[in-house]
């Protein structure tokens, strides 16, 4: 089995060769494994290579070749990613609260980023979020009730079928179901006291998809 340190720069090198197409320099390795010289990249490298991992490539310049990846992980390593994943469980990230949107009639939308609302790091990893306040009741069937707070990914395109943060004529927003027809977009509450509202695609906007809910028992 791979050391822990092997692991990570045979890992590290993979990595950077999908991305890029090209090797990482030895101070990028040194740095990405934790080092402080290059002579324990290097002493890292021939381990790789005297073990089958890696392969020098002949004449170019710090030119690797991945042959294979290990099977199993270091135990070292193992145990890092869960203390790191135990402690991402527990953390929280602070993203903005723009104040309410209407989930009936549509309202001007309120961006104050002087608010901000901690929320798990597991809802918003993997892209820019804010939250809205829900106003109104034409999204109950979606289960998002007045007073509920949603979770938005900010995003300016949206899928048939998705609840977004739809922006009318610049200057109202409601969360509804999108739906594209030829040139027109279709906002639909999901309740049935409620009309589909029926627009240009030019005057709507797609300001975010909802990602999450949060909601409080009193």
Known sequence: MLTPKQ????????????????????????VAVGL???????ALIEALVERGFLRKLPHK?????????PKLKPSAIVE???????????????????????????????ADESERLAV????????QFYALKIEGDS????GILNGDTVIIRKTDTAQNGDIVVALVDNCEATLKQIKKDGSDVLLIPKNAAYQTRRLPGSRVKVQGILSSLLRTYH
């Not at 999204?139 to 979606?142: H, K, P, S, T």
């Open 139 to 142: 999204m109950i069937d979606a």
């Open 80 to 110: 890092e990613e869960k203390k790191r994943d135990e402690a991402l469980l527990n953390a929280t990230l602070d993203i903005p609260l723009y104040g309410k949107i209407a989930a009936g009639t549509p309202i001007e939308a309120i």
């Open 36 to 42: 402080k010289s290059k002579s324990g990249v290097y």
């Open 61 to 69: 310049a710090r030119a690797l070749e991945i042959i294979r990846l």
């Open 120 to 127: 798990p790091y597991e809802m918003v990893r993997g892209g």
């Open 7 to 30: 692991y990570k720069l045979l890992m590290f090198v993979n990595k950077t060769l999908k991305e890029t197409g090209c090797c990482p320099s030895f101070d990028e390795m040194k």
